[in-house]
């Protein structure tokens, strides 16, 4: 798929840029170099409950650092899918096999992989329990479990239906970002009324919803139906994103591309034969609303093990949603030492990207080392997240902020909230590479 037409001049910058952009992944990239310590020698058990970037960046950073350790990884999962690219799948700019590699291509030598899934969570044994019964005891435990979709809370909601009656969502699998695209593609070409939702939980790549709605008005604009067309973003939430000076930058864009924006709208039921939406109100009341295509994100929560479990949080802004309740700073569980939390599970402010998770492995491998030889956690991760926020093809901005939803840019040559080429060609080209030295534990 052809991005734009391009002149000798449009070529010779963007020579330029792609060479800017190789130097600017390598920054993004590398961490700070360390001299190399002794590796620790022990005979723990070390068990990793999930199987993607989190746990797999983590057991191979582990299997660097220490001698003689057992690391055991529970997951049944054979095929380990790029997450991020299921946008760019989602808008036809990806082919699937793009998302697509197998976890045993990844797992550190000598590590064993139990294909299953912990059902159960006993911390005070320090134990997990697979879903098929099997009881394995740990010393240490490193839980990468991610989200839970909870699809439940919406009535009517069918996943198999995606795809069909304009039904589309892109979080599910790489088949349901494929089913997206070809129901994006159809509707593009004759318009309507189209309907984009955003829950009022904690979400994994908070920016999906953002990209799905600006690459749905630019292929509209592409296909030149956007006159006969309606794009409207329902949000749960009284914004559409959780970083202020990012939402307001997003909510300017749209208000200049004609995107509609409704508040405080929770998609509580959709009737899919129907082609009906009903949202409703804090107060309770209901408003239906027809479509001729719907993006739908899930509300997430926990998995059902850690949030039936005492490692997750009792009280205070995470513990409905059953997340695990670790330090923000060490990410060590708050009330069991030996455990640790990485990626999307943590009951965290932010921090539900693979951006995150390259900035944070390293500190959790470290902190799980300090541990084990009688050390406090020393390092402090600042809640790093990234979203690389497509505007439209061949243009995005990259975000980066902190906790705070402080900006954090670590790419001199990026301004965080101009979009271009310099930013899609980072989504689009480099950021895979960089996820996979992340995953194997190279950076």
Known sequence: MSIEKTTPLDINRRQWLLGSAGTGAALWMAQPQQAQATRLQTKAHIVIAGSGLGGIAVANRLTQLLDGARITIIDRKEEHNYQPGYTLVATGVWPVSKVRDRNADFQPVGAAWIKDMVAEFDPAGNAVV???GQRVSYDFLVVATGTHQDWAQIEGMDTSAIGKEGLTSVYPSPEAAVATWATMDAFRKKGGDAVLTLPATPLKCAGAPLKMTFMLRDRLAQAGTLAQSKVTFYSALGNVFGVKVVNDNVLSRWQDLGIGVEYTQRLQAIDIGGRRATFASPEGSTTEVPYD???VVPP???????KNSDLAWKSGPFAAGGWLEVDKE?????????VFGIGDINGTPRGKTAATVK??????????VDVMAGRQPGQKFDGYTSCPLIVKEGSAMLIEFDYEGRLTPTLPMIEPLQAGYFG???KYRLLKPAYMAVLKGRV
């Open 424 to 426: 899609w060609f980072m």
């Open 300 to 306: 997430m929560r926990a998995p059902d093990a850690i």
């Open 330 to 338: 060490t990410l060590q569980h708050r009330r069991y030492p030996n």
């Open 359 to 368: 900035k944070s492995a390293p500190i959790v491998a470290q902190h799980l």
């Open 130 to 132: 697979t879903a098929s």
């Open 293 to 295: 295509f719907i993006h």
